[in-house]
């Protein structure tokens, strides 16, 4: 198998290779409590822990890629910004606390849906009571690209990803297809659904989620 377009762009510490900071993060910096503890799942080269860290927030990013955490590494170091980083599988990252925003962005269906399946309950569980996830995944709706349909292991159902947190809070929830190209790749069409939700303040952090 080939290398994703990704691998090879995070080597390029001038290029970023999923563009800026994502708007739905953005927008819920206002509402987190200052020094907030955050979890980047799957950061990639850290475009959103970035952003959340030069916020004065308490950041911790994981991700498979090695490359992608040393140009994340290097990055926070430029900015004189401090993130935990991780060099790990998320299909086995073990939740070492509790936290107030849970981010991943893009990459849960680049696992096996039992994998995902797994992950994101574990997710909701610890979130602390009146936290908030933020789940982006590409969707089964259109076939992925050539160049990815290798990598994309656990598409998504339409809609999936929203009845998964019906117990929450929906503060963003959207469908739509976008257009992209990344350095290295070619010019790519993906289905999307796109969640922000709030867990009910009631449901303590490590209890059912």
């Known amino acids: 198998m080939t290398r994703p377009f990704w691998e090879r762009a995070y080597a390029d510490m001038d290029t970023r290779t999923f563009g800026e900071p994502s708007q739905e993060v953005r927008d819920v910096v206002p509402t987190l409590k200052p020094g907030a503890k955050i979890l980047d799942l799957g950061c990639g080269e850290g475009r959103n822990a970035l952003l959340l860290a030069e916020n004065g927030f308490d950041v911790t990013a994981v991700d498979i890629s090695e490359a992608g955490i040393r140009k994340l590494q290097a990055l926070a170091q430029?900015?004189?910004?401090?993130?935990?980083?991780?060099?790990?599988?998320?299909?086995?990252?073990?939740?070492?606390?509790?936290?107030?925003?849970?981010?991943?962005?893009?990459?849960l269906h680049l696992l096996e849906r039992e994998s995902w399946q797994k992950l994101i309950?574990?997710?909701?569980t610890y979130t602390n009571p009146g936290g908030i996830n933020i789940i982006v995944?590409?969707?089964?709706?259109?076939?992925?690209?050539?160049?990815?349909?290798?990598?994309?292991?656990?598409?998504?159902?339409?809609?999936?990803?929203?009845?998964?947190?019906?117990?929450?809070?929906?503060?963003?929830?959207?469908?739509?297809t976008f257009e992209d190209e990344h350095p290295g790749s070619s010019r790519h069409?993906?289905?999307?659904?796109?969640?922000?939700?709030?867990?009910?303040?009631?449901?303590?952090?490590?209890?059912?989620?």
Request: proline share 7%; charged share 20%.
């Open 189 to 209: 069409m993906h289905p999307v659904n796109k969640l922000v939700a709030r867990k009910p303040s009631n449901k303590p952090a490590g209890g059912d989620a």
């Open 78 to 107: 430029k900015n004189n910004l401090h993130i935990h980083t991780q060099v790990a599988d998320i299909r086995d990252y073990w939740f070492p606390q509790s936290f107030d925003l849970i981010v991943s962005h893009g990459c």
């Open 137 to 176: 995944v590409f969707t089964d709706t259109i076939a992925p690209p050539d160049d990815l349909k290798d990598f994309c292991l656990g598409l998504f159902r339409e809609g999936e990803v929203f009845s998964l947190y019906s117990d929450w809070e929906t503060l963003q929830q959207q469908s739509y």
């Open 121 to 124: 309950p574990l997710c909701k």
